[in-house]
Structure formats: C-alpha cells, structure tokens
C-alpha cells in the first residue's frame, strides 16, 4: 500500500539556487524537487510537493492532508516565526509531521530561533540543505511504519 506524503514549502523556497553563495546553496528548487520525487518513489512514497508564497494556500493544503496524505514534511519558511494559523491547522493534523529548514535556523538571527511550527511537529530537521528533505522523507516511512 502507497503512503502519500504532502511536502509543503513555503514563501520563497522557489527561489532556491538563485544566489549560489547564499544561505540555501546553489541547487534549484525543481531540482531539489525532482530527487525528493525519486527518493519517495524509492520508499514506496506517493510525494505531493508543493511550494506557496501565501500563508492561505499552504493552510489550505494542511487542512487537504487531513483528508489526502499520511504524513506532512513542512519547510514553512518565513512563515515558520509567525504563523499561528498554520500551527492551528498542523495541530488537527493526525498524522507525522516533519519540520524541515534548508539553513540550521539556529545560527540564524535571533527571531529565527523561535518556531510555530516546531510546537505540532513530530521532528525537526535543519541546517543540512536539500540533504534534509532526503532525510525528512526517510524518517517520515520509519514514522508510519511504527504507527502501522
């Protein structure tokens, strides 16, 4: 049986690579797409991956994985510091979920040290670039492999 996956991304996230001596490396964002599609297919993982500049969409696609998906990967992005309501719609979410962030937020300035996002999360991974995706989806099986 295929597990589905959402991997949502947040404000900016397509906009990866751009800058290829910037926080989040030279890799493009459909590139960093294109190997987290082969990594979940090698897991046996149905992968919806999905980037949105506006909080809205991406409460909208949390509130869709209540319904569609077995588990969440989320790099919130900027939104990881501010939004409540994409904590809320997490909380009602079931099922694992992953917080994933491209730079290690820790090092980063001091609003970053604090996540909205981390208060639903299942786990967090952050601070090994696209690496972190790849190892998101791995935990993610091993998660619903342990609720199974």
Same mark, same amino acid.
Request: charged residues 20%; glycine residues 8%; aromatic residues 6%.
């Given at each position: 049986m295929s597990r589905t996956v959402f991997f949502l991304n947040?404000? $900016? /996230?397509?906009?990866?690579g751009l800058d290829k001596n910037g926080t989040y490396g030279s890799e493009s964002f459909?590139?960093?797409?294109?190997r987290c599609q082969r990594h979940a297919a090698e897991l046996g993982l149905r992968l919806e991956f999905r980037q949105s500049n506006?909080?809205?969409?991406?409460?909208?696609?949390i509130q869709?994985?209540?319904?569609?998906?077995?588990?969440?990967?989320? $790099? /919130?992005a900027?939104?990881?510091y501010s939004s409540v309501p994409i904590l809320d719609a997490l909380l009602a979410f079931d099922?694992?979920?992953i917080e994933a962030h491209m730079s290690n937020i820790w090092k980063r300035?001091?609003?970053?040290?604090?996540?909205y996002v981390s208060k639903a999360a299942t786990g967090v991974i952050a601070g090994l670039g696209a690496l972190g995706y790849r190892l998101a989806l791995t935990a993610v099986v091993e998660l619903l492999e342990t609720q199974a």
């Open positions: 947040g404000p $900016n /996230a397509n906009l990866y459909a590139s960093i797409e294109a506006h909080e809205g969409v991406l409460v909208d696609w869709e994985a209540r319904r569609d998906a077995d588990a969440i990967i989320i $790099n /919130a900027g939104l990881t099922g694992p979920i300035e001091n609003f970053r040290h604090h996540s």
